[in-house]
């Protein structure tokens, strides 16, 4: 991984530019910042309500189910006793994957890709639960802010002057393979219990990649090494469009035409809905910044939801 | 490092099509298309005429920028210096004289 070099772009802004933009993107979603952190502490955090659970010959409260056994056993399966479990301390590694090719130019998400950065990074600082790292990514994926750098607003400038939204590639599939190497070697380096470390990647994009198959598998891999994967697809360009009367422009109309061969060895027309073979479980629309924090949040608890039933 | 030319293939783009004789214009706005960066003149007429719902086809040209389109998008857009990041506005116009490389079909 190489870090994005700032030298090679031409309309490169000065640290004093980016400075100013990043504060007017932070305080733009000051309030929100609030709202997300409430949302989010309620998600992330374990409950803090002690549970009475286990089988032990002394302790608080008596277990009803293990009474009858135990008169039935002639008082020898003693185990009748429950005490207060404490809850354990969850830590999180969340990484903010931008992307950072032209595309989010033209559709001018670039604005909104930037409010999300600015409010995500300020819940979590409020929360105070975990590392937070940045990543660009197009056609290649580059290091913005690692995970071990705590993440000030001086490191939100630092973050905001080193996208260009120029690549002319966007490529999900390297962001996800190499994604899950930076993941793991997070893991390796975070302090604290394994098993209580929660990764999660949150991708900002406007949606439009390719090879749809294989990133499903690599969501599949992610899942399986417990790194959550989330994907915010910024659809600014539908609104202006509305607005305009121009074209429709929202991933919502955006329709895949591919020529595959039938049995017969023809080759025929398939014409499907774009978000329809999207290959991310988790993935919500946004097109104004207003509505992410009540979408993130409400994604989040329905991952968590299904992460507590399927453990 | 991943061999890029080797990816190139899987290459998609966004098109919007347009046209300006009212007897071919599409029924509804369709928004965008993704369409393999693979495609020519031939499989592009395919697909409008799908989405006019012609009974016999209407042989079609293609227009982007104004030059029509004579190979792959791939093609094209290398050439122009276009990336497939862009969202290429694709003007059709029925095609008047069947065109002299209908073997390479
Ligand atoms: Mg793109």
New binding site residues.
């Given amino acids: 991984h190489t870090h994005l070099d700032a030298d090679d772009v031409d309309d490169e802004l000065t640290i004093d530019q980016a400075r100013l933009l990043w504060a007017e993107h932070e305080s733009s979603t000051r309030n929100l910042a609030l709202v997300l952190t409430e949302h989010l502490r309620l998600v992330l955090q374990p409950t803090q309500a002690t549970k009475m659970r286990g089988d032990f010959r002394t302790g608080k409260r008596l277990n009803i189910k293990r009474i009858i056994p135990y008169i039935a056993s002639s008082y020898k399966r003693d185990k009748i006793w429950m005490r207060r479990s404490v809850p354990s301390k969850r830590s999180y590694q969340i990484m903010l994957a931008i992307?950072d090719?032209?595309?989010?130019a033209e559709s001018e998400s670039k604005q909104l890709a930037f409010e999300t950065v600015a409010l995500v990074a300020k819940a979590m600082s409020m929360l105070e639960v975990g590392e937070l790292s940045v990543v660009g990514f197009?056609e290649d994926v580059k290091i913005a802010h690692d995970f071990s750098t705590p993440f000030t607003s001086e490191a939100g400038a630092q973050v905001y002057k080193q996208f260009s939204f120029a690549q002319t590639r966007?490529n999900v599939r390297r962001l996800l393979a190499e994604s899950i190497e930076l993941f793991r070697a997070a893991r390796l380096k975070a302090a604290g219990s394994a098993s209580e470390l929660w990764q999660l990647q949150l991708i900002i994009?406007?949606g439009?990649c390719e090879d749809h198959p294989s990133i499903r598998q690599l969501v599949r891999q992610a899942h399986e090494e417990r790194i959550m994967v989330v994907f915010i697809v910024v659809d600014a360009a539908a609104q202006k469009a509305e607005a305009s009367g121009g074209p429709k422009q929202s991933i919502l109309d955006l329709q895949t035409a591919e020529f595959v061969k039938d049995q017969a060895g023809e080759m025929r027309l398939n014409m499907v809905k774009y978000l329809d073979t999207f290959p991310f479980d988790y993935y919500l629309i946004v097109r104004d910044v207003q509505e992410l924090p009540a979408v993130l949040a409400g994604a989040l608890r329905q991952w968590f939801a299904e992460v507590v039933e399927s453990g | 490092m991943t061999d890029v030319s080797a990816m190139q293939k899987q290459s998609q783009v966004r098109i919007h099509l347009h046209t300006r004789s009212g007897d071919i214009e599409l029924p509804q706005d369709t928004g965008p298309i993704l369409v393999s960066t693979e495609l020519k003149r031939y499989q592009l007429s395919t697909l409008v005429n799908r989405l006019l719902e012609t009974e016999q086809p209407v042989p079609l040209e293609f227009l982007i920028n104004g030059q029509f389109l004579r190979t792959s998008l791939d093609e094209f857009l290398t050439r122009n210096g276009i990336s497939a990041?862009t969202t290429l506005s694709v003007e059709y116009v029925k095609a008047l004289i069947p065109p002299l490389y209908v073997a390479s079909y």
């Fill in positions: 992307d090719s032209e595309s989010m197009g966007t994009s406007d439009v | 990041e």
